[in-house]
């Protein structure tokens, strides 16, 4: 099933020929790609045990929601892990109308959806997700969200939580 919209107003060109539109067909499209050591543990703390974990930088104590292995400002080597609250403060958002392919299943998500960014309690570095509230004028910068875990089985994927809720 085709999703483009032939929008042109002229269906012939100048001089006579139809104007056509070639069709690639359905296309599928299996993306692999490995996680590395930090995103793996990272996504199996979310799946098996509903925590987020960072990593703290042993020369600035910066901790790093999601993980990476250097502090870009100190280029140390991080390898202490800490749990991170699943709560924290709203940053920034945005209400998205326009449809979109979701990279990790492959079909257009479903809109309106709110991306927001997320300063989780215990990280000093925000973390992307999605929030629940898709009417902007109920979202405001800092205040407070909380994450909600996906059901059993929950996905190997930054999907293990659902969404971001407002705390009321
Ligand atoms: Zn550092």
Known sequence: MSIYKDKRKAT???DGYELLTLESGPVEYDFH???GAYWSKFLAEMRDNKRFMGVKCPQCDRVFIPPRKVCGRCY???????????EGDLQGFTVVRFPYIDPNTGALMEVPYTG????????DTRMMHFCNEHDESKLEVGMRMRAVWED?????SIHAVKYFEKIE
């Open 33 to 35: 790609w490995h996680q």
């Open 76 to 86: 140390k080597e991080m390898n202490e892990w800490v749990e991170v609250s699943d």
């Open 152 to 156: 059993e089985p929950r996905p190997t």
């Open 116 to 123: 927001i960014w997320v300063d989780l309690d215990g990280a």
């Open 12 to 14: 012939h060109t100048p």
